[in-house]
């Protein structure tokens, strides 16, 4: 079983810019949510992403966009990048149905805004 | 308020201690109650995952979760140096899940 995997791992960009992270998510999982982790905090939800369709999403800007693909890989959008935009971006995947709460996490992608 | 309250810490305990790890919440409608355990640059990993009120247990690890206090417990038993890490609770509402600030560990050998 693959679990979910992310990239990059590290990158670095200048205010302005835009920046685009990918996620695959776990065989089997057809839900995928993405969250920042600023230094020090508790991952924050950005949304959620079942079926190609966004179903849920946190108190992010719209500059903050995602999609998923048919084989439920997502990708998150950041445009303009802020400073305020420097933190862990969490990629997490599991089975949308009423019976399960449980999120799997991949090692995440560290944003640093200059 | 915050949706969920956890004491950053940090907590530092010798090995063979029994930690005790806790999160409160204010929205009653939360069913779903989780702890993740988070190494330095990694992501979190699912450590305990309960669905009502009552006491959970698995190996040294035992969640307990109270939804009249809206009050939620990790406590690990004969903690181990590898046990060093931040943990994480986490709540579900609806397709949201809310997570608390995270409580770092070190258990000294």
Redesign the interface.
């Known amino acids: 079983e693959t679990g979910?995997t992310q990239s990059p791992t590290h990158l670095i960009k200048t205010r302005g810019q835009q920046v685009t992270l990918r996620c695959s998510s776990q065989s089997g999982h057809n839900t995928v949510?993405w969250?920042q982790q600023a230094l020090?905090?508790?991952?924050?939800?950005i949304f959620?992403y079942y079926r190609e369709e966004e179903?849920?999403r946190?108190n992010f800007p719209p500059r903050f966009s995602g999609l998923q693909f048919p084989n439920y890989s997502s990708e998150l959008n950041v445009n303009a990048l802020e400073l305020d935009d420097s933190a862990l971006y969490?990629c997490a995947s599991s089975l949308?149905t009423a019976n399960t709460?449980?999120?799997?996490?991949?090692?995440?992608s560290?944003l640093t805004v200059l | 308020q915050k949706e969920?309250e956890?004491d950053?810490g940090p907590l530092s305990v010798p090995e063979g201690a029994i930690v005790s790890l806790n999160c409160t919440y204010s929205n009653s409608a939360f069913?779903?109650f989780?702890w993740?355990r988070q190494y330095s640059?990694?992501?979190?990993?699912?450590l305990m995952?309960t669905?009502s009120s009552g006491n959970k247990e698995d190996g040294r690890f035992t969640a307990q979760v109270d939804k009249s206090s809206k009050y939620i417990s990790l406590f690990i038993r004969d903690s181990q140096p590898s046990d060093s890490a931040t943990y994480?609770c986490?709540m579900?509402g609806?397709?949201?899940?809310?997570?608390?600030?995270?409580t770092s560990l070190t258990v000294i050998p």
């Open positions: 979910v949510s969250y020090g905090q508790g991952p924050q939800f959620q179903n849920g946190g969490l949308n709460g449980e999120l799997f996490f991949g090692e995440g560290r | 969920v956890q950053p069913q779903y989780m993740y640059r990694k992501g979190p990993e699912l995952y669905y994480l986490a579900r609806g397709n949201q899940f809310y997570f608390g600030t995270g």
